[in-house]
């Protein structure tokens, strides 16, 4: 079992950033792709970037160049950077882990483990 738990959410105006840190209990770190989505009120999950075991990194083409994703397996942590924050960016924001993603990374339901959301919302 892999525990999580998202923190670091908040409210912040449009052109500010947050950073979203998700810390993961259980089995070993370093063996879990680490993802972070969000949902939005009445819309589907979204995939936002992914961390893969090594130094791959994944972005949703609606955060490309606002967001950065980065972990450190030393303290067991994925964080997600973000910049530029945009009202459209106000959404509940998950983090997701699974030792593997099957045919594709950006899909939920190829995760196993998630934590149970952080709140951000972005005023304009």
């Known amino acids: 079992q892999v525990q999580l738990a998202e923190s670091g959410g908040g409210s912040v105006q449009a052109g500010g950033s947050l950073r979203l840190s998700c810390a993961a209990s259980g089995r070993t770190f370093g063996n879990y792709a680490m993802a972070w989505f969000r949902q939005a009120p009445d819309k589907e999950r979204e995939f936002v970037a992914v961390a893969g075991w090594k130094v791959s990194r994944y972005y949703g083409d609606s955060v490309k160049g606002r967001f950065t994703i980065s972990r450190d397996n030393a303290k067991n942590t994925v964080y997600l950077q973000m910049n530029s924050l945009k009202p459209e960016d106000t959404a509940v924001y998950y983090c997701?882990?699974?030792?593997?993603?099957?045919?594709?990374?950006?899909?939920?339901?190829?995760?196993?483990?998630w934590g149970r959301g952080t709140q951000v919302t972005v005023s304009s």
């Open positions: 997701a882990a699974d030792s593997s993603w099957g045919n594709s990374y950006s899909d939920y339901k190829e995760y196993t483990y």
